[in-house]
């Protein structure tokens, strides 16, 4: 049962424009969502977090919007830059203790 | 500060054989996480260490199992390997905040 989703394994976004990556749970539960990066044969790292109690968090060209109503959060990258070619995975937790669970992970590519 | 370190990272093993792999936290670091991560499968999370007792467990078989020491480092045991447990396995520890640093991971092949 897959408590956390993205539903896109790949996205393409040509250079200078924005790129933006979606991501579903299920469990209402959580508190706590999360952004990681990966590149090949590197581990995942943290991009950006968002607690329940906002919807709306940015850091430099990164932000996360929350819509807890309709159980969705989507990664906004302006502009998107040839280096944000990765593998993007959101997270998800109850608290800071619980477990994080993460999504399947969505491939970017990002055009010339 | 020193990050979260894995050995070894690379791996090699047949089928049956059992494996252990070790995870270094960050320094003052107490929680570790374990993930198995296979294409198409995304980061499946194993189990979570915190002064040496599990406190979060996934959904994998008992033949994965790991531990922490009292200076936080921990390893994971996989017994009677099975050609489906190839995959990169992550490590990631957790301050006193959310959000997780994970090692470079251990590639571990069964053949």
């Known amino acids: 049962d897959q408590q956390v989703k993205q539903n896109s394994p790949s996205l393409s976004v040509q250079e200078g424009r924005i790129s933006i990556l979606n991501c579903d749970y299920t469990?209402?539960?959580?508190?706590?969502f999360l952004w990681y990066k990966k590149y090949p044969a590197e581990g995942p790292t943290f991009l950006i977090s968002?607690?329940?109690?906002?919807d709306k968090n940015e850091d430099g060209r990164f932000t996360v919007f929350l819509n807890k109503s309709a159980k969705h959060l989507s990664l906004h990258i302006v502009p998107s830059q040839p280096g944000d070619s990765a593998v993007y995975f959101c997270a998800a937790s109850m608290n800071r203790d619980d477990k994080i669970i993460f999504g399947k992970g969505t491939r970017l590519h990002i055009l010339p | 500060k020193a990050g979260v370190t894995q050995t070894p990272r690379y791996l090699i093993k047949t089928r049956g054989q059992q494996v252990t792999l070790s995870c270094s936290p960050i320094s003052g670091h107490r929680s570790v996480s374990w993930y198995q991560q296979t294409p198409g499968q995304g980061l499946q999370f194993l189990f979570e260490?915190?002064?040496?007792?599990?406190?979060n467990k996934g959904n994998f078989p008992g033949r994965f199992s790991g531990r922490q020491f009292s200076n936080s480092r921990s390893e994971m045991n996989v017994s009677t390997l099975e050609l489906g447990d190839s995959a990169l396995y992550l490590c990631?520890?957790?301050?006193?905040?959310?959000?997780?640093?994970f090692g470079p991971g251990t590639r571990l092949t069964v053949l």
């Open positions: 260490y915190f002064s040496e007792t599990q406190r």
């Open positions: 469990n209402s539960m959580f508190d706590y």
């Open positions: 968002i607690s329940s109690i906002k």
């Open positions: 990631a520890s957790r301050g006193g905040y959310n959000e997780q640093f």
